[in-house]
């Protein structure tokens, strides 16, 4: 069984892609208490204007892995100040279909304009070689994005638990109002949360370009994975969300090599165990 | 009671109207009304979770989805079954699905339900189409409808408006039934669960009990709907158990308005004739009906049914005393 240390990098690659998806969508949820259904969205936009980006400056990888989430961010504060915001006052069920239209709009505009078909995209020349760890050849650009991962988590840590920014916003998780009265735009804030959420996604857009074929059904695969981390890790949980990552990304990638046919039904047959085992998700609080 | 009287009324009306449709419609107006009735019983079902109990689920399209292929199924392998059976047998596999997902989902609430909802319809459009051997997979099921044998008599279903008949009876009944749920305690119930779930509680209801019971009924009605949708075309594609199916019955919920009884099957209407008049115009016409929603969510949350009623009341004056009971609740 030498494939084992390979399904095993796979499988923590994999996890690194879904953790930068999982991770926004926790945080939005956490503090604004909206479920983003369009977060998956986005990380299809950043796909596809990375896609466009490299056709039109002939493979400038690095240029569209800076770019695009600057576009995502634009266009995430935009929904959140002129359509989330709207919404807000009118309740909670407003926001969920509104979140809803927009994934099913973005879906569509996507069909639209690059076609319903896969495109591959190349891996760029740098990264396009292999290393050798563990006694194996593998891949360096899966390990690419395992490092990602691992820095842009380190930082969000880092931003959340060191600075005083964290403070302010884990306090508007627990408690948005007494944070407004004591002198913090938490509108603000939540707009601040809500673009770094989608620019968070759109950046693991452009990575899961090269690794995976991007087609117009790429956010709705990776969105039910994201959900089921949420539900595994715990609701608004960080530090669940990175477990919850590595132990699906982990499913996945076994699931594939010892039960093909059952590998997709074993991500949701975890959730449904999680679900009656305990609701709340290994690190959420009592809802 | 007086109420009862209009709203009864009115459903008799409208049923004799469309008892007389086959007349004066031509056979391909004839195919879109009968989509339309089937698809009223869907989106009613829909507003019961949604309108009425407040339950936002993105997953209805597992039960619509499953009640159709599970028909489609029994028909392809059971040979000779009646009509009957063949929708029974949908209509069983809808309630016990609907009553283990709603064990598992019911107790999360809110965003929660939404996610998780939205979550089992994945997984339903993946056993679907990963175990091809049962549900032919992208190439859908082929059917050929059941004569109805009724014992006395048997009907011919090749034709096309016998069958019409077939779904309006039946439509018509489940929604009477409906209409019905909603002014009895448990309808009522609902309602009032979404309005103050704790001082029910307190009153001393099972809402746990009420919610599951809600839940399976709504799934069987959307089952109900699929059976009828897969006799209607004669053909299931995975498209019928797919989240865009999900997506099409809050849509249509939604345009005709989540406040009223009625505001969706209206809903069912506008949603038809506009595809139809979209898709001859362009090819994109999901996007534009993305867009529609997303302008009803923003400015117009109550739907079409809140536009007209607002209208009659500038103009009649005094206050609409239709089946409007979710909005006096509120």
Known sequence: MSDIPVFFLHGLAYAGLLFLVSAGLTLVFGMMNVLNFAHAAMYMLGAYFSYSIMLHATGQFWLSLMLCPVILFVIGGLIERFLLRRVHALGHVQELLLTFGLAYIITEAVKWFWGNYPIAINIPGVLNTTIQIFGITYPVYRLFILCCAVIVGLVMAIILFKTRLGIILRAAVNDSETVNTLGVNVPLVFLGVFAFGAALSGFAGVIAGPLLTIYPGMAQEILIDAFVVIVVGGFGSLGGAVIAALFIGELQSFGVLLFPKLSMALVYMLMAAILVIKPSGLFGEKQ | ?330
């Open chain 2, 1 to 330: 009671m007086k109420k009862n009287y209009v709203a009864y009324s009115v459903m008799v009306i409208l049923f004799l109207l469309g008892a007389f449709m086959p007349v004066i419609l031509k056979s391909y107006q004839m195919n879109m009304l009968t989509e339309i009735i089937i698809f009223t019983l869907y989106a009613v079902s829909y507003n019961l979770l949604l309108g009425y109990a407040g339950l936002l689920s993105f997953g209805h399209a597992m039960f619509f989805g499953l009640g159709a292929f599970v028909t489609a199924i029994a028909i392809n392998h059971i040979p000779g079954i009646s009509l009957i059976n063949a929708v029974l047998f949908g209509l069983a596999a809808t309630i016990v699905a609907g009553f283990i997902i709603g064990c598992l989902l019911l107790r999360h609430k809110g965003s929660y339900f939404a996610l998780l909802t939205l979550a089992f319809n994945s997984l339903f459009f993946v056993v679907a189409t990963k175990w091809s051997s049962v549900t032919g997979g992208d190439d859908g099921l082929s059917i050929t409808r059941p004569d109805l044998n009724l014992g006395f008599t048997s009907i011919s279903m090749t034709n096309a408006n016998h069958f019409y008949y077939v779904a309006l009876i039946v439509v018509g009944i489940a929604l009477v039934f409906c209409w019905y749920f909603t002014q009895t305690a448990m309808g009522k119930s609902v309602v009032l669960m979404r309005e103050n779930e704790e001082r029910m509680k307190f009153l001393g209801y099972n809402t746990n009990a009420s919610r599951l019971i809600l839940f399976t009924f709504t799934g069987a009605l959307a089952g109900l709907a699929g059976c009828l949708y897969a006799l209607h075309f004669q053909f299931v594609s995975l498209s019928a158990i797919s989240v865009d199916m999900t997506t099409a019955v809050l849509i249509m919920a939604f345009v005709g308005g989540t406040g009223t009884y009625w505001g969706p099957i209206l809903g069912v209407f506008v949603y038809i004739l506009l595809q139809n008049f979209l898709s001859d115009i362009t090819d994109r016409w999901a996007f534009f009906m993305g867009l529609i929603f997303i302008f009803m969510v923003i400015f117009i949350p109550g739907g079409l049914s809140q536009v007209i009623m607002n209208l009659y009341q500038r103009f009649f004056g005094k206050k609409t005393d239709d089946n409007t009971e979710v909005e006096e609740t509120t």
